[in-house]
């Protein structure tokens, strides 16, 4: 190579390699500090984009996640609050068996219809006020307007990442049926083993006169409910003076012991309804496992795809290092080669 003093070719090449070593120094200096192997899209433009996409996919996943909890958490109320109302069903199931015994007068069988009016009342405050977040879990009456949240099919959980039904959970709107007296004995039209209907046992309860289950009146139902426990405990109610008389000459079809078919009903409407809610928790736990698995699946790649190998880039850091340092004492004996030419002056 030929000397020159205005070109130093010498130079130029030490300076690149100084240039070369610092720009991977800083590269590694960044991907230690950060933890991340790709911190610009320049680092590679391709795991770029996928781990931004994959970023996007795990904080849906978070909230999918917790989506299911909720769901699950409401269905875990309706069951509780259901399980007070079966105490309460078996407990007047209970009261009625033993008014049908026939060693009760009536100042025992107005005590039994007493705490029969008392739960009954309980089960329409308990079914009337079931919220959870605002939503009414046993209020449904045919009409989803009356339930925040309710479509036509019900409520609908989002457990997915898309807006597509495999990624919904849909709770059935049934699960969400009126659990008020009413609710609970209004649709039950079949008779009991001596061919007589509810309806006909509290009409002969309530001293022959017209019941509406159906009503949306609060007195009245209270005045239903007094009605019911009448006929639970042998007894005529007068809503006139809004007290109970002794069923005397009635016939043995209208006992109370011919309530407790109509009770049995509702226990095991109940439970059928605890049952359902119950798959539908296993549903949504089901849920809850199969994101947990993906969330964790998503993050080990992106790891993988991102994360700083801490070992290999310190390994590297210092190669960077050493290749600076030669490269900058290179650098300033090939600074010197010129001054060689004033030798040959």
């Not at 928790?281 to 964790?296: F, G, K, L, W």
């Not at 590297?316 to 080669?337: D, E, G, P, R, V």
């Amino acid at each position: 190579m030929a000397l020159t003093i205005n070109t130093n070719i010498s130079s130029i090449i030490a300076q690149r390699s100084l240039n070369s070593a610092t720009t991977n120094l800083n590269t590694s200096l960044e991907r230690m500090s950060t933890g991340y192997k790709i911190n610009h899209a320049k680092d590679n433009a391709a795991g770029y984009s996928i781990a931004n996409m994959w970023e996007t996919q795990l904080g849906s996943l978070d909230v999918a996640a917790d989506n299911a909890a909720t769901g699950s958490d409401m269905l875990t109320s309706a069951e509780q609050s259901y399980s007070l109302l079966s105490d309460h069903l078996q407990r007047i199931r209970d009261l009625t068996e033993q008014a049908a015994n026939g060693t009760y007068a009536s100042a025992s069988l107005k005590a039994i219809q007493s705490e029969i009016s008392a739960r009954l009342d309980e089960i329409t405050r308990v079914a009337s006020n079931a919220e959870f977040n605002g939503i009414k879990l046993m209020s449904f009456d045919g009409t989803n307007g009356n339930i925040t949240g309710m479509n036509e099919k019900g409520i609908d959980l989002q457990v997915g990442l898309y807006g597509d039904g495999d990624s919904i959970i849909n709770l059935d709107i049934d699960l969400f049926k009126s659990a008020t007296i009413s609710g609970l004995f209004t649709n039950m039209t079949k008779a009991n083993g001596n061919g007589v209907t509810l309806q006909q046992m509290l009409e002969q309860a309530n001293n022959k006169q017209a019941v509406n289950l159906k009503t949306t009146d609060e007195e009245q139902k209270i005045v239903n409910n007094k009605i019911f426990a009448a006929a639970c405990s042998g007894l005529i109610y007068d809503s006139a003076t809004d007290s109970y008389t002794l069923a005397s000459g009635v016939e043995d079809s209208y006992g109370a012991k011919e309530m407790l078919s109509f009770l049995d009903s509702a226990i095991d409407d109940i439970s059928s309804r605890v049952t359902r809610i119950g798959a539908a928790q296993n549903r949504v736990e089901s849920a809850i496992t199969a994101i947990d698995v993906q969330s964790q699946n998503l993050t080990s790649s992106l790891s993988t795809l991102r994360d700083t190998d801490v070992a290999e880039e310190s390994s590297n850091y210092i190669q960077s290092q050493i290749l600076q340092q030669a490269s900058a004492t290179l650098l300033a004996t090939a600074n010197q080669t010129p001054s060689i030419a004033l030798n040959l002056v």
